[in-house]
């Protein structure tokens, strides 16, 4: 395996309160704290990393989360920029999030139209525990990252369900795409170093150096 890490930046959006920081929270550090701690708004973004290993090469996520307020949208691009992935998250149990959530669907295909969306339903365990008449569909979430070619997770940061799931899909799709840019670029003939040796006379080897 190359010891060489491949990065990725990744980035959460969504309106504020639809569970963005729990989410990282349960990724990076598996704890859920929950009320057992006072709210508090993430001040502009908040950055944290973890490795892991897909088909045999080590991917870095480097994972900010921000504050998710629409009004400061353009702080947020200061965030999302050059980002491979983003995480657009609405809270399940409330349908104005996911309305909220074009928002950002929006925002990033206008200014960083690479990068690639994922749709994160949050706190699943809610409508396991109590009744949500406000709760928002799988197939209007389904609809809605159709036509932006973003797959659906749904998850719940209090028990962990699809958490590692959703990142690990990240990163796997972010490994296809890199491996499949690398084939492009060898097929186009990207030539990073070469010399020409000759060897007796008239005839001439040429050493092609990939740097892979
Ligand atoms: N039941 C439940 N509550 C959650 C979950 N994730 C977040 N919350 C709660 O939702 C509120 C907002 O969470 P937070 O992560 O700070 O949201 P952010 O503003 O999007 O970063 C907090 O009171 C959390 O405890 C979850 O998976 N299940
Ligand atoms: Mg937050």
Redesign the pocket.
Known sequence: MSSKEIDIKVVLL?T????????VDRYLHERYL??TVP????IGGAFGQKTLEVSGKLVRLGIW?TA?SERYASLSRIYYRDAGAAIV?YDLSDKNTLERAKFWIEELKNNESDCRLYLCG?????LQTQHCPQKVQRGDAEALGDNFSAEVFET???TGENIKELFLRIAEDYIQLWKKNKTIALSRGELLWGVGVCVGVGECVYLSIWNT
């Not at 504020?16 to 989410?23: E, F, I, P, R």
């Not at 949050?122 to 809610?126: A, E, V, Y």
């Open positions: 969504g504020a309160m639809v569970g963005k920081t729990s989410l929950g009320d709210y508090q708004n993430t989360d998710g998250c949050t706190k699943k365990d809610l719940s940061s209090k």
